[in-house]
């Protein structure tokens, strides 16, 4: 008898692996599958067929805590930043001028990490952490629901938020197996240290797979799977299927014109796409770009209100809210708390499919119209001398360089390019394919098909 615990963090571990055929793979695989929520246990109706939902009281940090987390992060960000922009970038954002105790202290740490920065300390802070948090009560709370529970495994669908610790502690005291799944393409290589140490490790490609091993030294070759991701997994599945006749009707298309999809990120990361937006909606307008319709999808992560004027501006302009609901106020991080609908996957699905072009700022979107074998154009007008937020920057990432040497996409950097771009793709859709096709194997290293079902019966495996 085998039993599965799968901690769901936020809105996009319920997209991923609730959402997905996961669930149903690992109700068939495991004897039972128990899910330990961080969201609200309504959001599961009508989801479940044999699983049960436990609710767990959300851990938050006090000051010692804190501390120790946060020296673990810098430490590892001081230990990796050598020829490592995006890890370089990442220091600079969590470095601190605040006459706060906090900003006082991460100061502190900064200097601290300068001197004491290998594995060994990380691994010091890491046990401090644990230290701090041991006799908390939600902590305790926690040991007896896993002594109750009884599991053989918990699959973490997210390994960085820090609120699992406390849980993954637990775990390690009881002997309990445990497994996290690698959120997304960029966690890796630009990204802070992970939440806690876990016993295997599920990842999206051979690429990731050599970078958990490069970050994480002491992790092994054989604890780590490379199974895909079940991010993507709704794109095969019949039930998310939309003919292109209602994808038109829907969102009141032109059937005649192309269509271009501009897929915006949430304004900590992409602050210039309302100047993207402008642009191309005036390129329309002004018939440099011609005979098609435009369709925009916001973050689901934010409210689209900063958009509000662009819909008076350009009323031509098509949109794609998606709807994901707030299932909790006052939560100390609201957008975790976003839950997606089983329509907007449909609506996403089928821009993805029935677009002919894409257009973003460096998302893991690209990945997505890639997928379709559509064309993408990632716009970064932004640098470090003319205005702008500098999204150029982003160009350094490691993730980035990957797509930029892939030749998969076009960087564009000004208005002129981005019309070009748009017009070059549009009179030759299949134009780069072949690229895209090989950054795809590149970032993804299985095929969508039976993904879920793949996790499972590694998970089993491993139980």
Known sequence: ????????????????????DFLDEAEKTFDEVVILSCLPTKVY????????????????????????????????????????????????????????NRGYATRFIFKLTSFIHSEKWIQRFNLLQQFSFRSDSITIGYKEILEK?????????????????????????????????????????????????FNYYLVWSDLMKTELQQFYSSVKEEDIEVVGTPQFEP??????????????????????FRTICFSCGDIS??????????????????????????????????????????????????????KWDLSRENHQESWSQRIPSVEDIRDLRSLLEYSDLN?????????????????VINTVFGNSKNGLY???????YAHIENVINSKATKIVKNEDELI?????????????????KELLQLQVSKPLQNTGRRIAETLLKWA
Do not use: C
């Open 359 to 375: 257009i973003n700022m460096l998302s893991t979107m690209s990945l997505d119209f890639i997928l379709f074998d559509k064309p």
């Open 235 to 256: 794109y095969v599945l019949n039930r998310y299927k939309v003919s292109e006749e209602d994808f038109v009707l829907k969102f009141q298309l032109n059937p005649n």
């Open 45 to 100: 109706s009508g989801f479940l067929s044999k699983s049960k939902v436990i609710a767990l009281d959300v851990f938050e940090e006090k000051f010692k805590t804190w501390f120790f987390r946060k020296a673990k992060e810098v430490a590892h960000l001081k230990l990796h930043q050598k020829n490592n922009f995006g890890i370089q970038d990442s220091l600079k954002i969590n470095a601190s001028t605040s006459k706060t």
């Open 1 to 20: 008898m085998k039993k599965l615990g799968i901690v769901i963090t936020d809105g996009v571990g319920f997209r991923n692996f609730i959402l997905s």
């Open 149 to 197: 529970e009884n599991f053989d495994m918990l699959l973490f669908t997210h390994q960085r938020p820090p609120f699992i610790a406390p849980l993954v502690y637990q775990a390690e005291k009881l002997k309990i197996k445990t497994t996290s799944f690698i959120f997304s393409w960029d966690n890796l290589a630009s990204k802070g240290r992970m939440a806690a140490n």
């Open 420 to 436: 070009n771009g748009v017009n070059s793709y549009l009179e030759d859709l299949k134009l780069d394919s072949d690229n895209r």
């Open 390 to 396: 500098d999204d150029q920057r982003f160009l350094n």
């Open 269 to 322: 990361t992409s602050k210039n796409d309302e100047l993207y937006i402008d642009t191309i909606a005036n390129a329309i307008k002004e018939e440099k770009i011609t005979n098609v319709n435009f369709i925009i999808r916001t973050s689901p992560a934010e409210d689209p209100i900063r958009f509000s004027e662009y819909k008076e501006k350009f009323p031509f302009i098509k949109w794609n809210y998606p």
